[in-house]
């Protein structure tokens, strides 16, 4: 079983703003009075991923599956475990993440920054939105007239009123509150977001208007985006390339189109079989995936899928696939990829 | 729709909040049947009040809330009268016996609405000991059997288990198998899948639908997903900062949506395996603070055809465009108004 990533990384490529290589994350399960270490959960178990320049790169699996994981360890929001993040930064240039000293990892952090799930326990109850988005700006030696106008110009950028900066987050809904921290995230000129389920949470005339927002942002300002999410018609509408994740693993990394339309991975299949669509005429018996998904402090072996998966075969509980390219930028991690054919979204239409 | 397949008819219910900010009229007006045996969505973002219908037609509306006038009429059965709800005392036995054994009800997050120091087991014993004379083997025999039926594995090891101690998926089955215990010939479902993920949320959809073909209970199913209303309902009311603003077969809906803000919403979001392109049609503004509830049409500010005058000033009545389908909307029916 080979735990080395078959991503091509020989050459640096000028396209690839991000570069992570056998990323793991393990939490240890502590136990008794000694709180001696029991096990770990492996959240993130050797992930491999590549994010170009000005892309919208999608992260999807289910609850658990060590997406979120995955986007704070790329930012070193908490410490990966092992493996290697490689970042382009405009100022330093090729770096990995997971080695840079603390006042490199400020530098690294004025270039980018986090967009959070709720939009209520992510702001400070008790601060302006002045104090709140111009934070990361007095970090960083900006003050006074200089810092309120720039609060200003990042409310007018995300489309709320500037005369909003003397109020507090309560006076705002679902939404505003999201503009609000998309605001605080852009205020250093970020070259990457992280954007951890940003549009989760909002109700569903919401969701439309900040997918736009975001999709303006990233014209205007250059940014790249990960862009971690549950939503699989809202990662297919926003995301250029997709990663599929279960159980801390990556299992399948594609363009969007091909990744939908011709799924390689069973998970996969089974992810686009079970959304439910916005239309009585195509309800129809599905194949609805059965059993639960694996703990991932006591992951069964081999493939960890394949207690669930239809096209189990004995090899599947023994041997660990690899994360394999099997067509240009199509990766898969399933041994039996080629010979199976798969229904991608447009089956179920 | 004929007399004897109505289960449950609200007409023109209203239930107010009196907060010391104001009055929010959660639910104003709302007009909707449930069929016997059929699935009803009530689908609407969040503050719409489609949660505080489903509390009114079970009378658990919390305080400050209170129904301040409309009907909820219940017909038991074929041979029984109907029972007029809201004439009923909230903690009052009639009331008591309703729910439960005639409408049962699942929540959103069955870790909260399970006692997290009782077992599954004595907390699903204990709905049929509290409506029916029977034992405690007897009890346990019969929720043996429901848990089985609601594809909970192991059974016997999982009657002595916590609610922590069991997955999502198998925490909304327990609280599914509860709300059955009784055969309740309504289930109110609200948001039962929304903190689940998508593969459990197909297993437990599926569930009900099966469980709805065998026992053939009514299903009030509350939603703000789109997908899934169009995956379960037969009926569909769309709700708006608490009027309902459509309300139709659920292929009109989809098909043949009339009101300005359904329209929107479809319009809206992300179709998947369609090639999008570009930006989507948003809704623009916010839903209206309910403190502050903008004068006539409570979606005139957001909506493309408003015409001043006569949206922003007056309430438009459900008109009917069709059959059962209604729309409160001025761009219908004014001539016969």
């Known amino acids: 079983m080979s735990q080395t990533s078959n991503v091509k990384r020989e050459t640096p490529d000028p396209d690839i703003l991000l570069r992570v290589s056998g990323l793991k994350k393990h939490f240890p399960i502590q136990k008794g009075f000694m709180r001696r270490t029991a096990g770990y959960v492996r959240a993130v178990d050797g992930v491999d991923f590549y994010i170009k320049h000005g892309e919208t790169f999608g992260l999807v699996g289910e609850s658990g599956c060590g997406k979120t994981t995955t986007g704070r360890c790329v930012l070193r929001a908490i410490e990966p475990t092992a493996g290697q993040v490689l970042f382009r930064d405009q100022q330093m240039g090729q770096v990995d993440v997971t080695q840079l000293s603390e006042a490199q990892l400020r530098t690294f952090r004025c270039h980018t920054a986090m967009i959070f799930q709720d939009p209520y326990s992510s702001l400070n109850p008790r601060m302006t939105l002045l104090d709140i988005i111009g934070e990361p700006l007095l970090n960083n030696g900006v003050h006074g007239s200089e810092r309120r106008e720039r609060v200003e110009q990042l409310l007018k950028l995300v489309g709320l009123r500037p005369e909003y900066s003397v109020r507090y987050p309560h006076a705002f809904s679902g939404g505003q509150r999201q503009r609000i921290g998309i605001a605080r995230a852009l205020a250093l000129n970020p070259q990457f977001v992280v954007c951890d389920e940003p549009v989760s949470a909002l109700d569903v005339s919401i969701q439309a208007q900040t997918l736009n927002l975001l999709q303006d942002l990233q014209d205007e300002l250059g940014l790249t985006y990960l862009f971690v999410a549950h939503q699989l018609n809202v990662v297919e509408h926003i995301c250029d390339r997709v990663a599929v994740m279960y159980v801390g693993k990556l299992v399948e990394m594609a363009g969007t189109e091909a990744l939908f339309q011709t799924p390689l991975h069973p998970y996969t299949e089974a992810l686009m079989g079970a959304v439910p669509r916005p239309d009585p005429r195509l309800r129809r018996e599905r194949q609805v995936l059965e059993g639960e998904v694996a703990n991932p402090a006591n992951p069964p072996s081999g493939c960890y899928f394949h207690p669930r998966c239809p096209y189990a075969v004995p090899r599947c509980s023994a041997e660990e696939p690899t994360l394999r390219e099997l067509r240009p930028e199509h990766y898969v991690k399933c041994h039996r990829a080629e010979e199976l054919t798969l229904r991608g979204i447009s089956a179920y239409a | ?337």
């Open chain 2, 1 to 337: 729709m004929a007399q004897q397949d109505q289960l449950i008819e609200v007409r023109d219910l209203k239930t107010y909040f009196y907060l010391r900010e104001g009055t929010v009229k959660a639910v104003d007006g709302a007009n909707f049947s449930i069929r016997r045996g059929k699935t009803t969505g009530v689908v609407g973002e969040s503050g719409c009040g489609k949660s505080v219908t489903a509390q009114s037609i079970m009378q658990i509306v919390p305080k400050p809330g209170r129904i301040v006038a409309g009907e909820i009429t219940l017909w038991p059965g074929a041979d029984a009268a109907p029972v007029k709800i809201t004439d009923l005392q909230p903690d009052s036995d009639a009331m008591r016996a309703i729910r439960g054994s005639t409408i049962g009800m699942i929540f959103q997050e069955p870790m909260s609405s399970f006692s997290p120091v009782h077992t599954i087991g004595d907390q699903l014993s204990e709905t049929i000991l509290l409506h029916q004379p029977v034992s405690r083997d007897a009890a346990k025999g019969m929720v043996l059997e429901m848990m089985r039926h609601v594809g909970i594995a192991n059974p016997e090891r999982n009657f002595a288990a916590y609610p922590h101690q069991l997955s999502g998926g198998m925490r909304q089955r327990a609280m599914i198998a509860m709300a059955l215990m009784l055969r309740p010939s309504l289930l109110i479902a609200d948001e039962p899948t929304t903190a689940l993920d998508v593969t459990t949320e197909a297993q437990i959809l599926r569930l009900m639908r099966g469980l709805q073909n065998e026992l053939g209970m009514a299903i009030m199913f509350i939603t703000h997903d789109l997908g899934v209303i169009a995956e379960m309902a037969d009926d569909v009311v769309v709700m708006y900062l608490g009027r309902v603003v459509e309300y139709a077969d659920v292929d009109a809906i989809f098909h043949n949506p009339k009101h300005p803000y359904l329209r929107a919403l479809l319009r809206s979001i992300p179709r998947i395996g369609v090639k999008s392109g570009g930006r989507l049609a948003a809704i623009e503004g916010m839903v209206p603070n309910p403190l502050d509830m903008p004068p006539g049409c409570p979606f005139h500010p957001r909506c493309a055809d408003f015409m001043p005058g006569l949206c922003d000033v007056e309430i438009p009545h459900d008109t009917s465009v069709g059959g059962q389908h209604t729309v409160a909307c001025h761009l219908y029916g004014r001539e016969a108004a």
